[in-house]
Every structure is written in C-alpha cells, then in structure tokens.
C-alpha cells in the first residue's frame, strides 16, 4: 500500500499546533504496519535544514507561477520525504502561513494550491517511479489535492482529507480561482467555491473519496451549526464518507521513564520521582514550593477556542486551597496580557510564561497534579494525554477528542465538565479539589490515567483499513520496476 502524505509541519522541525505532531507520529506507526507512507511537504527553510541530505532535485518546471519548481527526495526522521523547492514561495522566515506581522502571506492561495497541485503529479507515477494508491492531505493547506486529483479524471489515487482543525479554512476571495489551473466548473457550490471565495477546506470536503476527522465526537459534532464552522451543510451531505479516527500520541516522545527534560523519571508503576518534577517545576516557575493544594498546569496556545478565559475567572478557590497554576502559552495579545495581570496578582501561586518551549512543556505535564484543557471545541487535543501519561489528571469540556480520551466518574481518569460556562468549570475544580483531598482516589486515578493505551499503533490500523477499502477504486498500475 503506498501512500502520499501531504502536509506542511512536523515535529520537531517545525510546529505552529498538534498537527506537526501528528504528522511525526502516524506516519511511522503506519510504515510500521507495513504501508509504504511517503511524506510530501514544502521545503520551509526549517524543515529543509533538518532533512538529511537531499540527494537530487527532480525538476517540475513552472507551476502556478513559481518560475522552477522541484522535488528534494530526502529523510525527515525514518520516514522518506519528498521537500518541495519552490523558494520563490516557500523560503521565507518564520510560520510557514503568516508574515512577520501575523497576516496571511498574499500569495497563501498559490503556495499552498502548489503543495496539492505537486501532489496529484504523483498520479501518474512519473516522479521517482512511486505512484501512491492512496493520497492523503491535511487540514486546508492540502485542501486542493482532492481537487487536483479529480480534474485529471480517469484512473487516479484515491484520495483522504483529514481535518485537524475545521476552524483554519483557508478562504480566500474569488479572483484568485483564476490562476488555480482548476477547470471553471470547479467554482461551484459542488466544487471549491463557498460564499462567493474560494475555500480550500470545502474544496478538500468536497472532492475527497473519503474525509477523517481526528476524533469521533468531533465527527458527530461538525456536522451540526455550533461546530461546523460553516461546513455542517457539506459534512452532513458526504456523512457516509466521513470517518473519526481518535489521534495517538508519540511515546518515544512522551515517555517519563526517558524523558531527558524531567528532573527524575518515573513510571506508573514508580511514580515517586513525580516528586521531584512536582518540586523542579514550582522552583523552575518561581512558586513557593511547599504547596499543600494541587498544581494546575496549562500548556496551550491562547486563543478563544482553549477557553482559559474561564479558567482564568474559576482560579480563586484553587488557590485558596493552596493550589499553584503554571502556564505556558501564546497567541492572542489580550489573553496573554490577562494571564500575565493575573500573575502579577497572584506572586508565588500563579506563573506565567509567555512563548513557546517545548522542554518547559514537558516539565509542566511531569510536575503538574493536574492540567486544565477547557476548550470550547477540541478536534482531539494532545496535551490531555500527555497529561495524563505524565501522571496529571485532566480538567476538560466534554467536547471532540476530550469527550473521546478522559472518562469521569467512580473509575474515571479526570474531571469533565458539559457547559462552555463558568459554573460547570467552577463545579469541575471542585471536584477536582475534593478528590484531591482523598489520596488514595487520586491516586488510583492517576494510576488509570497512567495506564491509558494511547499509542499510535491502533489509529494506524484504522488508517489502513480505510486505504484498504479506497484501493481497488484507485486502481493503479503497477509501479514500473
Ligand atoms: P492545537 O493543535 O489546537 O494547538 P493540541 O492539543 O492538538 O492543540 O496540540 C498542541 C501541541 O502544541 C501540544 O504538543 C502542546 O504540548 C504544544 N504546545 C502548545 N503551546 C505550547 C507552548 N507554548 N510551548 C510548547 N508547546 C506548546
């Protein structure tokens, strides 16, 4: 089974969200499986300094007006890579989808319909003698390979469009369909237009043989108003072809037994080093260290879908327990500045850390009791299993992936609330503060959170039962010996 995968971050390289994540973890687990999983991406400058050595440039040509495009076949981490050489488009500093500013690149629609277009080249087997079965994309950036794909017609890989996060669309205004190179039909209700732009997520939902969501509540949930971001009426009519496949997570990565960030390993099995990551972190944060009352960790970028507003404004009885809060986190300016004034109130019990530090994150989830992951929708959300494998019990909204990964109750693993509302987070940490109170609980709760299965093993094995369905529809010819 060969699979192109087609996306635009991956850890550690380059990571903006989850999604870089993701893509270091799924495609080995399904290569281990047995599938012959090739990676396409852009060649941003991160990415091309971290891949091994480039061995040859397979010229393209012109593409959607980028003078010379090429293919660098290369290895990032154990998985072969194709790195698109599209400088012109795709060698500039920083995030890969937004200026020094925070803006959209101007030209985001052709640099990323180039990452689809370069996809369905595979098509025809003509690049490196590999023609994949099945293509697979990722969120909107390769919202356009489904597109491309269906344009040539004929006998084609099948293709999959799997949505990370259905609130990053990449809409874009109507003129830019014109140097798209798709045929004009496509700019259509059935095709990639939607409200009068062009929309790479409608356009991947739309022509995709078969779309996957990270987590089968998100699935259910995108397919109504509050969650749809616009695409419920679309999600609704391909509902036979959409699937949720719940994201793993790298365990060779999240591991405290091996973790080189942590102060002291630890295991379920001897969880006393949690100890001393529970007394590095309060140190590393500036806390007083002899807190009776948990520690609250937080890892997240800040924006209105993590919903810490309300965490923010639920705290006061945490610390009155003589809790600690630790955040780590960046986005929004407000938000930033918020958590910061709270801290600046709060010297000693509450530490804020604004920017981006994967190390620190790690130190968080190992010294944290417990983490606080209040979204107003979560396509899956990682850092609860982190948390939970680093032995800190999960505050979460009962929605998408977290519905999905954190269980309540008398044998539960955390502490889930239903309303995206103040008083159902306040009675959340309430319980929260109760169970702490009993050792014995929290513990056995953290024993079950610990013991949790979240490798990728099993969300590779239903990514390959899905290509399996889709391959005697792609129906390729033998790859040329
Ligand atoms: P999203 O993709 O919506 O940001 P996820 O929970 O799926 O949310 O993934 C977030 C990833 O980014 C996790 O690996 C988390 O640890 C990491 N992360 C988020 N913010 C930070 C930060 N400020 N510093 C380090 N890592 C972060």
């Given at each position: 089974m060969?699979?192109?995968?087609v996306?635009t971050?991956?850890?550690p390289?380059?990571?903006?969200?989850?999604?870089?994540?993701v893509?270091?973890?799924?495609?080995?687990?399904?290569?281990?499986?047995?599938?012959?999983?090739?990676?396409?991406?852009p060649?941003?400058?991160a990415?091309?300094?971290?891949?091994?050595?480039?061995?040859r440039?397979?010229?393209l040509?012109?593409m959607?007006?980028?003078?010379?495009?090429?293919?660098l076949?290369?290895r990032?981490g154990?998985?072969p890579t194709?790195?698109?050489?599209?400088?012109?488009?795709?060698d500039?500093?920083?995030?890969?989808?937004?200026?020094?500013s925070?803006?959209d690149?101007p030209?985001n629609?052709l640099r990323?319909?180039?990452?689809?277009?370069?996809a369905?080249r595979f098509a025809?087997?003509?690049?490196?003698?590999w023609?994949p079965?099945?293509?697979?994309?990722?969120?909107w950036?390769a919202?356009?390979?489904p597109?491309y794909?269906?344009?040539?017609g004929?006998?084609r890989?099948?293709?999959?469009f799997?949505?990370?996060?259905l609130?990053?669309?990449?809409h874009?205004?109507?003129?830019?369909f014109?140097?798209?190179?798709?045929p004009?039909h496509?700019?259509?209700i059935?095709?990639?237009?939607y409200?009068g732009g062009?929309?790479?997520?409608?356009?991947?939902?739309?022509f995709?043989?078969?779309?996957t969501?990270?987590s089968?509540?998100?699935?259910?949930?995108i397919?109504?108003?509050?969650y749809?971001?616009?695409?419920?009426?679309?999600l609704?009519a391909r509902?036979g072809?959409?699937?949720?496949?719940?994201n793993?997570?790298?365990?060779?990565?999240?591991?405290p037994?091996?973790?080189?960030?942590?102060?002291?390993?630890?295991?379920?099995?001897?969880p006393?080093g949690?100890?001393?990551?529970?007394a590095?972190?309060?140190?590393?944060?500036?806390?007083?260290?002899d807190?009776a009352g948990?520690?609250?960790g937080?890892?997240?970028?800040?924006t209105?879908?993590k919903?810490?507003d309300?965490?923010?404004?639920?705290?006061a009885?945490?610390l009155?327990?003589?809790?600690?809060v630790?955040?780590?986190g960046?986005?929004?300016?407000?938000?930033?500045?918020a958590w910061?004034a709270l801290a600046r109130?709060?010297?000693g019990t509450v530490a804020?850390?604004?920017?981006y530090?994967?190390?620190?994150?790690?130190?968080?989830?190992a010294?944290?009791d417990?983490v606080?992951?209040?979204?107003?929708f979560?396509?899956c959300?990682l850092?609860?299993?982190?948390?939970m494998?680093?032995?800190?019990?999960?505050?979460v909204?009962?929605?998408g992936?977290?519905?999905?990964?954190?269980?309540d109750?008398?044998?539960g693993?955390?502490?889930v609330?239903?309303?995206?509302e103040?008083?159902?987070?306040?009675?959340?940490?309430?319980?929260?503060?109760q169970?702490?109170?009993?050792?014995?609980?929290w513990q056995?709760?953290?024993?079950?959170?610990m013991?949790a299965d979240?490798?990728?093993?099993?969300a590779?094995?239903r990514?390959?039962?899905?290509?399996?369905?889709?391959r005697?529809?792609?129906d390729?010819?033998?790859?040329?010996?």
């Open positions: 060969r699979v192109l995968y996306s971050e991956l850890h390289a380059l990571k903006t969200g989850g999604l870089a994540d893509n270091a973890g799924l495609p080995p687990a399904l290569r281990a499986q047995g599938a012959d999983v090739r990676l396409l991406l060649a941003f400058p990415l091309r300094a971290a891949a091994q050595a480039p061995r440039r397979i010229a040509g012109a959607l007006g980028c003078p010379d495009v090429g293919l076949p290369c990032l154990a998985v194709w790195l698109i050489d599209a400088p012109a488009y795709y500039r500093p920083g995030n890969p989808y937004l200026d020094a925070g803006a690149w030209d629609p990323f319909a180039l990452l689809g277009a370069v369905a025809d087997g003509g690049i490196g003698r023609r079965h099945v293509v697979h994309g990722h969120d950036h919202g356009l390979a597109a794909l269906a344009a040539r004929g006998a890989p099948a293709s999959v799997t949505v990370h996060n609130s990053y669309q990449g874009f205004a109507a003129e830019s014109d140097d798209l190179g798709l004009a496509f700019f259509a059935d095709g990639v237009e409200h062009v929309n790479f997520m409608k356009a991947g939902l739309h995709a043989d078969r779309i969501t990270v089968p509540t998100y699935a259910a949930e397919q109504t108003a509050d749809g971001c616009g695409m419920e009426g679309v609704h509902a072809a959409l699937l949720g496949i719940l793993g997570i790298d365990t060779r990565v999240w591991d037994a091996q973790d080189p960030a942590l102060a002291a390993p630890f295991t379920r099995a001897a006393a949690k100890r001393a990551c529970r590095a972190l309060l140190a590393a944060a500036g806390l007083a260290g807190a948990p520690v609250l937080v890892v997240s970028r800040l209105a879908q919903g810490l309300l965490l923010r404004a639920a705290v009885p945490l009155a327990a003589d809790g600690r630790v955040l780590l960046s986005g929004d300016a407000g938000e930033e500045a910061q109130a709060h010297p804020v850390r604004v920017g530090d994967e190390t620190y994150a790690h130190r968080i989830f010294g944290a417990a606080a992951v209040p979204s107003r979560e396509p959300g850092t609860q299993m982190y948390a494998l680093y032995g800190a019990l999960p505050l909204r009962r929605t992936g977290l519905a999905d990964t954190v269980s109750g008398p044998d693993t955390g502490f609330f239903d309303a995206a103040l008083p159902a987070l306040q009675a959340a940490l309430a319980r929260l503060l169970s702490w109170a009993e050792p014995a609980r056995a709760m953290q024993a079950r959170a013991g979240f490798g990728w093993a099993r590779a094995r990514y390959l039962a899905l290509y399996r369905e889709l005697p529809q792609a390729p010819p033998p790859t040329p010996a």
